[in-house]
T-cell receptor
């Protein structure tokens, strides 16, 4: 079974600084997807970024980028120029390729941003 | 376009009562998932619908939980004889699931917070 581990329950970053959130996973599949979702207090899960395992290039979305290390099964999220609106819970998630594939989530990390 | 919507936003019920939670997926999305988010268990998969195929119910925690999806669109999650351990946020997600690529991304609704007294 696939597992996703987020070992840091909380992190804090100064506004405008950079922060990296860690995630590791375990799978026997060779192709799969990885995601970071953001969940603010409104509860809405918002997709931040996704990575296809077959792509070597790390995904980027504006201030958000990932460091995908397939051999190490590591998938960290870097947030540059942190903003107050980035404060939220962040979940790392895995799913295999194809239909009928549930998301397997990590426990999440609470990110606070200091003004 | 409209995103995934869920109702009610919050539901408080007494132990032993039945509750129904509703999910409206993004128009055109063929796949629909239900997840439960609780303090002790994190985010757990409950059930999956895809078109007219039989649903994958492998994540339902007990036979008190059931779900249906009418006309390939709206879904209702029903919890019978609610227990205090059912208190959680119930999240619905939909995805296109036609081929691979970006269509596999699941988009979430705002969830229903269920409190069982």
């Amino acid at each position: 079974a696939q597992t996703v581990t987020q070992s840091q329950p909380e992190m804090s970053v100064q506004e405008a600084e950079t922060v990296t959130l860690s995630c590791t996973y375990d799978t026997s599949e060779s192709d799969y997807y990885l995601f970071w979702y953001k969940q603010p207090p409104s509860r809405q899960m918002i997709l931040v970024i996704r990575q296809e395992a077959y792509k070597q290039q790390n995904a980027t979305e504006n201030r958000f980028s990932v460091n995908f290390q397939k051999a190490a099964k590591s998938f960290s999220l870097k947030i540059s120029d942190s903003q107050l609106g980035d404060a939220a819970m962040y979940f790392c998630a895995y799913r295999r390729v194809g239909a009928n594939s549930k998301l397997t989530f990590g426990k999440g990390i609470t990110l606070s941003v200091r003004p | 376009g409209a995103g995934v919507s869920q109702s009610p936003s919050n539901k408080v019920t007494e132990k032993g009562k039945d509750v129904e939670l509703r999910c409206d997926p993004i128009s055109g999305h063929t796949a629909l998932y239900w997840y439960r988010q609780s303090l002790g268990q994190g985010l757990e998969f409950l059930i999956y619908f895809q078109g007219n195929s039989a649903p994958d119910k492998s994540g339902l925690p007990s036979d008190r939980f059931s779900a249906e999806r009418t006309g390939g669109s709206v879904s209702t999650l029903t919890i019978q004889r609610t227990q205090q351990e059912d208190s959680a946020v119930y999240l619905c997600a939909s995805s296109l699931e036609v081929g691979g690529g970006a269509w596999d991304t699941q988009y979430f609704g705002p969830g229903t917070r269920l409190t069982v007294l």
